[in-house]
């Protein structure tokens, strides 16, 4: 059993910057993939940004050159830097992790609203 923790979230006016993180309960340096999602209202969950444990990461296309995903093993977190926000990036962000292909564990989710 693994416990994500997610912090970070907030209210940001565009063209703002938010780092999410996401702390998870043991070990992240073998976890097969850690990734952040989000789902905005009426709208399905979606991936917004994965990394492996050898650190190829895959980003949707929606957030390719304004958001960065990356970790620190040592402090098992999970980081999500969000740069020039769009009130289209309005939503629960939720980190998740992966510690074998066939297994996922979810946070509670952070709220980042995007509104001027």
């Known amino acids: 059993q693994v416990q994500l923790v997610e912090s970070g979230g907030g209210l940001v006016q565009p063209g703002g910057s938010l780092r999410l993180s996401c702390l998870a309960s043991g070990s992240i340096s073998s976890m097969y993939s850690m990734g952040w999602y989000r789902q905005a209202p009426g709208k399905q969950r979606e991936l917004v940004a994965a990394?492996?444990?050898?650190?190829?990461?895959n980003y949707a296309d929606s957030v390719k050159g304004r958001f960065t995903i990356s970790k620190d093993n040592a402090k098992n977190t999970v980081y999500l830097q969000m740069n020039s926000l769009k009130p289209e990036d309005t939503a629960v962000y939720y980190c998740?992790?992966?510690?074998?292909?066939?297994?996922?564990?979810w946070g509670q989710g952070t709220q980042v609203t995007v509104s001027s």
């Open positions: 990394i492996t444990s050898g650190g190829v990461t």
């Open positions: 998740n992790c992966r510690p074998v292909l066939w297994s996922v564990y």
